[in-house]
């Protein structure tokens, strides 16, 4: 499959006036195509720091840059794409079993992330080769960022 055909960006609805700007993200299936179930974030890297490193076997995430901005490698096994999360109303829909990383964090980047699933260790892949005989069965080397 296509790797543009498995993630997804999404963009949330912004109501702005004089008093500045809201943005609103509602999940089971409205915004959010899943009922979120954990909610966290990462700020105070910087340019140099590589997040993530892994892929998931049940949860899936939206992940949205609320401050400054970050990219995120996906990579399905097969390809890899870059996207830059530049907009806190932009948030980028990654169903399970895609790599990623993410990193190039601006000074003041906040990045929410949105999950499907409580918080369970034994289903991430941490090891990239792993990973790659999962989604298609034989070893190769990661790429760098």
């Not at 892994?54 to 949205?64: P, Q």
């Not at 109303?89 to 999950?115: E, H, I, N, Q």
Request: a negative charge.
């Amino acid at each position: 499959m296509n790797i543009k055909e498995q993630y997804r960006i999404l963009e949330f609805g912004e109501f702005g006036d004089e008093r500045g700007n809201l943005v609103v993200a509602e999940g089971s299936g409205m915004d959010i195509p899943f009922d979120i179930k954990r909610v966290f974030y990462m700020y105070g890297s910087d340019a140099t720091v590589i997040r993530g490193q892994h892929a998931n076997r049940r949860t899936e995430f939206v992940l949205i840059n609320v401050s400054g901005t970050s990219k995120v490698k996906v990579d399905n096994g097969y390809e890899i794409d870059i996207i830059e999360l530049n907009k806190p109303r932009m948030g980028l829909y990654l169903p399970t079993m895609l790599w990623k990383d993410m990193y190039d964090f601006s000074a003041d980047s906040v990045l929410l992330v949105l999950a499907s699933e409580h918080y369970d260790g034994e289903e991430y892949i941490r090891d990239y080769d792993t990973f790659i005989r999962e989604v298609r069965g034989k070893r190769v080397c990661k790429e760098t960022v």
